[in-house]
Every structure is written in C-alpha cells, then in structure tokens.
C-alpha cells in the first residue's frame, strides 16, 4: 500500500502530520498530569504545566525572616538568605500583604522600632535593630520573584506514607490488589472447563448455551446490585472481599467463556482426536493438551479481567463497602476529588499511583491484550 | 484475619477447589457410576460421555445464571414493588416518567448513545487507515490505545486538570481555559472559534443529509425488502433527521452566538455542552479500542480489490470510501454496538466529573443515586430495568447473529 502514497510526498506529509496531531491530542492529557504530580502544590497553581519547565514570575507565599541575631557596636542584625540560597530572583517586594510589591530589590524599607530591612534581588536580605529581637515576632516578607522550575518526588512520598486519615493510597492499594488478584485467578478456570465443553463436546443444547452466554455478555451488571446484595446478605457473608470476589467472577464469566471457546475451537482436531484413540480422559485431554495450548487466550482474558477489576468503581462500592479502611483506589480518587478537588498536588500523585499499575501491565503485554481484542469482537 | 491472607487462601482455594472438583467428579463418573469395564461397558461409556459436558459446565453455569440470568428477572419484579414491598404494578415506572431528572438522564443518554460511539469509531477509523500506512504507526497506535488501561475515574481526575477554572485574575492552570483566554475577539479568534466550526457542522448536515438519503431511498427503489428491513430504514433516516435539526440549530447558534472573550470558563457547569466535555474522557478511552479492531479488519481487506481500484485511477480517498470501508462494514457495526454497550453503563465519569448536577445526568448514576441515596430500590430497579431495555436489541442481534454463525 506504500506505493500508492509514495507517489505524493505531500499527502504523505499530510499523514505523518495527521498523526502526530492525534498522538498528541491523546497523550496530553497524561502528560499535564504526570508532570503536575511531580511539581509543588505552589506551582501547580502559580502556572499551567506546560510552563513547568520555565522560571516563572510570581507571587510567592509570605516568608518569615528566621536566623541568629548578631550584635555589633550596639545594633541588633539579622541576615540571610530568603529562599535558603536555593535561587529565584525578585522583581519586588514588601512587607505587608496589601502592599506586597512595595519596594524594589536593594531598597531599604523602614519599620516600626526602627527596624530596617534591606532586600537584594537573589534573596539575601539583612535586618537591623536597635534593640534585641530575640523575642520579637520578626516581619513578613512577600515577594514577587521568578524562580527556577522544580520538581520533586514530595506528593508521592506524601500520599503514599505520610497521608491524612481516611487518604490512605497505600492502604488503597492493597485494598486494590487483594481486590483484583483473586477475581482474576478463578473465573479462569471456571471459564476454561466451560469452554472446552462448549468448544469439543458434543451434546444437545451446546448451541442454545453458546447464544445464552453470548446474551449474558451485554447484560449490564446494574441489573445484578439489587438481587445479589439481597442474595449475599441472605447467605450471610454482606459487604467484604468474598462478596466482590464471587461478584468478580460472575460478572467476568460470559467474556472468559466466549474468549476461550472462540480459542479453543481454532485448536487442531486431530491432537485432540489422536489423544482420544490413545484412551486419554477427557480431565487429561483438558489439562495436559487444552490449558497449555490456550495460554495465549487464558493471558488475554487475564488481562482484561485485571484491568477491569482494578479500574471499577461501581462493583467495589457496592459490594465491598464504602468504608475508609476498605476503599479500593477509584473508590479513594473519587473521595479526593469531592474533598480536596483543589489541590492537584495530592489529586495527581494519588492518580498516578492509582493508573501507574495498569499502564505497566498494558506495555507489557500489549500483544496479549490487542489478541484478546480481536477475539472477542471479530471472527 | 488480614484481607490480604484471605486472599491468598482464597486463590489457593478457589484454584485447588476447581481442580479437585472436576478431578474428582471425572473420576465419580468414570470408575463409579459408569464404569468402562463388565459386560455393559459400551454403554456406560456412551452414558458417562453424555453426562460429562455438564460436569465440566455446571460451575460456570450456575455462576452465571445465578449472577447475571436471575438478577434480570428479580430486578424486573423488584421494580414492580415499592419501598415497602408491595407490588404496585408500574407505578414506578409512572412515577419516574414524571421526574426531571429521569427524563433529563434519559435525553442525556442518548445524546451520549450518539456522540461517543459515533465519535469513537470515526477517530478509531481515522487513526487505523492513518497509521497503517507509516513507519512509526505501530508506536503510534500503542500511544492511542493506551487510554485503555486507565480507569475512568483516573480519565477523569486528568480531564478534570483540563477543564480546571479560576478567577479572571489568577493564573489558569487547565489548558482549555489558558486557550481560551488566549482569544481576545479579533479577526483571529473569530475566525478559528466561530467560522471553523461553523463549516464544520455545515459539512456535518449535509453529510447526515445525504447519508440520510441513502438510507431512505431503497425504499421506494426496492420492493424486495423484509419489513423489518424497511422499519430500520425508517428509523435510521429519523436518527439522520434528528441529528441535521440539532446541527442546524448548533450551526445557529455558533453564528450568532457572542462569546464571552476574556473570562475563564467554568465548562463543566454549563448545560448542555457540559455533556460533551463529560462525553471527551469515554471518547479518549474507547477511541484506541475501535484503532485496534478497525485496523485489523483493514489489514483484512484482500489487497486484489485496491490494486484493481488503482489501476482503474482511483484516488486514496476514493479507494478508502469506496472500496475498503463497504468491506469492513461489518466490523464498524460491532465495534460500534459494543462501544453503544459501554455508554449505556456509564456511571464513574459522571459520578466523579459532576455526580449528575448541572443537567449531566445519566441513567446508571440516577439509578445509583436512587439505590444508594434515596434507598428507594423499587425506582432503582425499574431505572435499571430502563438501561436493560435499551440493551436489549443489541442482545438479541447479538444472539441472533452467533446463532447463525453456529449453524
């Protein structure tokens, strides 16, 4: 098909552009918030991410003059560094916030008791006194600068081990794995036995079955919260890990048993008849020649099944409660977004924590997935 | 007993139970019930051959029916009690035909019913005939389909950064709004914010219309045609009919429309549109899943066909429009039915972008609203009971089309 562009370079410029313009338009979004989450709250604010690599002039929060008094020929000084030497360079400054531009850097501004303060424009300042400042509150100092971008690992180290109560991402994630692990593991095996019967056997009513689950597939799962919250509380094990395991299963079962059966009966009939003459069960045909040809389709569906699991909200707070010490990651983002909407410095590094582990399963196994994919929509 | 022990024991047997299961139920029927050996030993291996598919079905079986086949009739006959428990007919049903926010939720869906699966299939269409031709189109594809693999709630708390408002005079930290602020009601901003769009939804209508036209014109041409036939023709034209009328008034809109230059705006709270930023975070999603499938089916089309179309002067747009795309149309339908599915149960974008306020409503959030918030599971389950029906031509399609591919 190359040749058929090849012949117009300027359509083919047309194309690449094209491209770039909707990879782009789709990794963005990703971008602003990855690189959000490794940029202070005070920046996040101060500017768009895009600008995250630019110094930036602005506002900075007011600084509290700190340091060791000196005293010299009868005046009382303090100097130092306003930013701790970490660079930024002011454009202006003050000492009361409704004057916050007042002075330029290198003025000297008077304040009462006869204090004065003397701010340079890469942050060093000096503060005299005729008196002892040791037990004065000393001024604020509010500053317009321009300071170097910075990055730092801050937000992930805050929402994994040292968060607020009932923000727990650590504890959500946990909650999340131990969600997910075993509603993957089991439907699998359920589903392969299904499907080998459906796929090699031979009874009445194997083709109403196959239409059967074929429906179940786009049955939404909504239908299902009312009878079986009603179902788990009767049998007595209500809201917890077992109830959206077996919840788990259920609702992955149709995609597993249409998944494998598409799969399986692809697999060459003679292995499996010359199996049969050599007297092999049917338990035996199954485990020893069935799974491990199956493997790329059982992959497949494991991934779908643990993607969907991680990524599910509804299921998990239905069924598995809405507790703090119970939610699982999508349940803690939503809680974040209600609660501390404004603040994208905890919200982005919690999303990334949240997302960080299906994106690695995605590139990891893509080739699975994309199988699995066409498995399940095209034949 | 710590939940994470729990599940380790809960694998272990989930996994160690299935094996031992059908293990041992095979070995129940082969040496025990129906032995193959003694003087009926052909028989009982004919019997126990009979008998063993539904070894190897009844876990799945009774797991699914209990799960997914029961839920659907409990559901509809719970939705004919009300809060007490008595049955009281359809009155939920009438009582939520009255209620603003189920018709609200109801028209939203359907809007999401058109755009995002429309939307999602045309981006995938585009980005798998783009990519198939280039060097770095498989890179490219992976960067589409990643999406993905990011939760909705994930897909929101970063649509939710683009979207973000702040005062006028702080510094904007979503993108769309520091866009926005850049136009500033010149000849420029005029031109890409009211006349590009403005020719776009113009292409738009008459794209409907002539499509629209095509549906309905074998009408009258074809006699030959099944009722059923003609009924989808009628309805496809209405759809075709709607969407030029809505356009329209879009394309006036946009003309006369004095848009509000230099003020940041709070775009998840304005009717209407608001759905259709809601609708973005599920079109960024399912747009790499159609890629996926679409640009299989492409690679599907048998190369004859297109050399035949160059030779005979076709141009790339002609050979996509006319000769790959009536090829793979069977593919666009179910990659299209299957995105229709998503949307109908959509519920953690709204719940997390907006939760249903400022007119952005949908079905499966007023019904968890409904469940969760108003503990009224009769309205709950009769809102479900509306989701079901609106699935349930792509379920017996579906069915129908998997009945014939058995036979």
Redo the contacts between chains.
């Keep these: 098909?190359?040749n058929?562009?090849g012949k117009?370079p300027a359509?083919?410029w047309a194309?690449?552009l094209?491209?770039l313009a909707?990879?782009l338009l789709?990794?963005?979004?990703?971008v602003?918030?990855l690189v959000?989450s490794f940029r202070t709250g005070d920046q996040?604010?101060?500017?768009?991410?895009?600008q995250a690599l630019s110094a930036q002039e602005?506002q900075q929060p007011a600084i509290r003059i700190a340091g060791t008094e000196v005293a010299q020929d009868g005046v009382f000084a303090i100097s130092g560094n306003l930013y701790g030497g970490k660079g930024g360079a002011i454009s202006a400054w003050g000492t009361s916030s409704r004057e916050p531009e007042a002075h330029a850097p290198g003025d000297t501004a008077e304040l009462a008791d006869g204090l004065r303060l003397t701010v340079q424009e890469n942050g060093d300042f000096s503060l005299t006194s005729p008196a002892s400042l040791a037990d004065q509150r000393l001024p604020r100092v509010f500053t317009t600068a321009s300071t170097p971008p910075e990055f730092t690992l801050q937000n992930y180290r805050n929402v994994l081990f040292s968060p607020l109560a009932g923000q727990s991402i650590g504890q959500a994630f946990?909650?999340t794995?131990?969600v997910a692990?075993?509603a993957t593991?089991?439907p699998i095996?359920?589903?392969a036995?299904?499907a080998?019967?459906?796929a090699w056997?031979e009874?009445p009513g194997?083709?109403l079955?196959?239409?059967?689950?074929?429906?179940?597939?786009?049955?939404?799962?909504?239908?299902?919260?009312?009878?079986?919250l009603?179902?788990h509380n009767w049998i007595g094990i209500g809201k917890g890990?077992?109830s959206i395991?077996?919840?788990h299963?259920?609702?992955g079962?149709?995609l597993a048993?249409y998944l494998l059966r598409n799969y399986m009966v692809g697999l060459p009939k003679d292995i499996i008849e010359n199996a049969r003459v050599d007297g092999a069960?049917?338990?035996q045909i199954?485990i020893r020649i069935i799974l491990p040809l199956s493997f790329p389709a059982l992959a497949s569906f494991a991934i779908f099944q643990f993607?969907w699991t991680?990524?599910?909200?509804?299921v998990a707070?239905?069924f598995l409660g809405t507790d703090n010490d119970k939610l699982v990651?999508?349940g803690n983002?939503?809680n974040l977004?209600g609660s501390r909407?404004g603040d994208?410095e905890i919200?982005?590094a919690s999303?990334f924590v949240?997302?960080a582990v299906?994106?690695l399963?995605?590139?990891s196994m893509?080739r699975f997935?994309?199988r699995g994919?066409?498995a399940g929509?095209?034949? | 007993m710590h939940?994470?022990l729990?599940?380790i024991l809960?694998?272990l047997g989930?996994?160690g139970g299935?094996?031992g299961y059908?293990?041992a139920s095979?070995l129940i029927l082969?040496k025990v019930l129906f032995p193959a050996r003694g003087p009926q030993a052909g028989r009982n291996i004919n019997r126990a051959?009979?008998v063993?598919?539904?070894l190897?079905?009844a876990?799945?079986?009774a797991?699914?029916t209990?799960?997914?086949?029961?839920?659907?009739f409990?559901?509809f006959w719970?939705s004919l009690l009300n809060q007490a428990g008595q049955f009281v007919g359809l009155a939920n049903y009438a009582k939520m035909a009255h209620e603003p926010k189920f018709t609200e939720a109801l028209g939203n869906n359907l809007l999401w019913l058109i755009v995002v699966p429309a939307a999602a299939t045309g981006?995938g269409l585009?980005?798998a005939q783009?990519?198939?031709?280039?060097r770095?189109?498989n890179l490219?594809k992976?960067?589409?389909?990643?999406?993905?693999?990011?939760?909705?709630?994930?897909a929101?708390?970063?649509?939710?950064?683009?979207y973000?408002t702040?005062e006028a005079n702080?510094?904007?930290?979503?993108?769309l709004n520091?866009l926005w602020l850049k136009a500033e009601g010149g000849i420029g901003s005029v031109l890409i914010l009211q006349l590009l769009p403005f020719a776009l939804v113009v292409s738009l209508i008459a794209g409907f219309a002539y499509l629209g036209w095509l549906v309905l014109r074998p009408l009258w041409r074809r006699r030959d045609e099944t009722a059923w036939i003609r009924v989808g023709r009628v309805i496809g034209a209405a759809v075709a009919v709607f969407l030029v009328i809505e356009l329209a008034s879009w394309a006036y809109g946009i003309a006369t429309a004095d848009l509000p230059y230099g003020q940041p705006q709070a775009w998840l709270q304005i009717p209407y549109w608001n759905n259709f930023f809601l609708m973005a975070v599920l079109i960024?999603i399912q747009?790499?899943?159609a890629m996926?499938?679409l640009s299989?089916?492409l690679r599907g089309v048998p190369e004859d066909t297109?050399e035949a179309a160059?030779l005979d002067g076709a141009n790339?747009f002609q050979?996509f429009f006319r000769i790959k795309v009536p090829q793979i149309v069977g593919?666009i339908v179910?990659?299209w039915t299957?995105i229709t599915?998503t949307v109908?149960?959509v519920?953690?974008i709204v719940?997390?972008?907006t939760n249903g306020q400022w007119e952005t409503q949908v079905l499966?959030n007023y019904?968890?609203d409904k469940?969760?918030r108003a503990f009224d599971?009769g309205m709950?389950?009769a809102a479900?009971?509306v989701?079901?029906a609106l699935?349930t031509p792509?379920?017996v399609w579906?069915?129908w089309n998997?009945?014939r591919?058995?036979?």
């Excluded at chain 2, 992976?142 to 994930?154: D, E, K, N, T």
Aim: charged letters at 10%; a positive charge; one cysteine or more.
């Design positions: 098909m190359d058929i562009v117009k359509l083919l194309v690449h094209s491209v909707l990879v789709w990794v963005l979004p990703v602003g918030l959000s996040i604010v101060s500017s768009g991410w895009w602005a946990l909650n794995l131990t692990i075993p593991v089991i095996l359920v589903a036995f299904a080998y019967a459906l056997m009874f194997r083709a079955l196959v239409a059967f689950i074929v429906g179940l597939l786009v049955v939404p799962l909504q239908l299902a919260l009312i009878p079986l009603q179902f890990y077992l395991w077996m919840a299963t259920g609702f079962l149709p048993i069960t049917e338990f199954f993607l991680w990524n599910d909200l509804l707070m239905v990651l999508t983002l939503v977004m909407g994208w919200l982005s999303a949240s997302i299906p994106l399963v995605f590139f893509q997935l994309v994919l066409l929509s095209v034949k | 939940p994470a729990q599940a809960v694998i989930g996994v299935c094996v059908f293990y095979n082969d051959n009979l063993r598919p539904w190897f079905l876990p799945a079986l797991a699914l209990l799960y997914l086949a029961y839920p659907v409990a559901t719970r981006f585009l980005a783009l990519t198939d031709r280039i770095w189109g490219a992976s960067l589409i389909f990643m999406p993905m693999a990011i939760s909705f709630v994930g929101s708390v970063i649509f939710k950064l683009i973000d702040r702080l510094p904007q930290i979503g993108i520091a960024w747009t790499g899943f996926v499938i299989a089916a297109i160059v790339p050979i593919t179910v990659v299957t599915i109908l149960k519920f953690d719940y997390a972008m499966a019904m968890y469940l969760f599971w709950g389950a479900a009971m989701i079901m699935v792509i379920l579906n069915v998997a009945r591919e058995m036979r």
